[in-house]
């Protein structure tokens, strides 16, 4: 995970009234902008260290666009809701799914085993952009990452 005195750039995406958790507060970075959620994020590839999501923008379409905005060596961290028997939402292996092609999940926190059972469980997630290096190749159908085509 990145030094917090070493992030530059962040980028907020879907968090309401710019009320961020407080375990994300200090991943802002100097220079950070916030954004409703929306379909494309209107910044150029490669502009951030940091995407900090609020779990309802989270989605296969927006974790994209924060691959993309993110500088190789960024960063994704989110919260949602865990899934459990009374609460919907996304378990460990539904969370890898949604973002295995492009991250590497660096670390999952859960609640402690107490609040088991409980409902308001919340997942935070945190990821690492993979590199061209780490990534283990094209898929059957020859396409990258998030659905992206080789140029060759």
């Known amino acids: 995970m990145p030094r917090l005195d070493e992030v530059r ?13 407080e ?6 970075g100097k220079a950070n902008r916030a ?16 995407v900090l999501m609020d779990g ?3 989605s296969r379409a927006s974790i994209r666009e924060a691959h993309r905005v993110l500088k190789p060596s960024g960063h994704l961290f989110f919260i949602v809701p865990e899934k459990t028997r009374r609460q919907a939402g996304l378990s460990v292996p539904d969370v890898y ?18 609040r088991f059972g409980v409902s308001g469980r919340m ?13 283990k190749g ?3 159908d020859g396409t990258l990452p ?5 140029r060759s």
């Open 35 to 50: 954004i409703p959620l929306m379909a494309e994020f209107p910044y150029e590839d490669a502009q951030f260290e940091v």
């Open 56 to 58: 309802a923008a989270v």
């Open 123 to 135: 997942l935070t997630i945190s990821a690492r952009k993979k590199t061209w290096k780490t990534y």
């Open 138 to 140: 094209l898929a059957h």
């Open 9 to 21: 750039t962040s980028l907020e995406v879907g968090f309401p009234n710019a009320i961020l958790p």
């Open 97 to 114: 799914s949604l973002i295995r092609d492009g991250f590497d999940i660096v670390d999952v926190e859960r609640p402690a085993w107490w």
């Open 146 to 150: 998030f659905g992206f085509r080789s």
């Open 23 to 28: 375990r994300f507060a200090a991943y802002r």
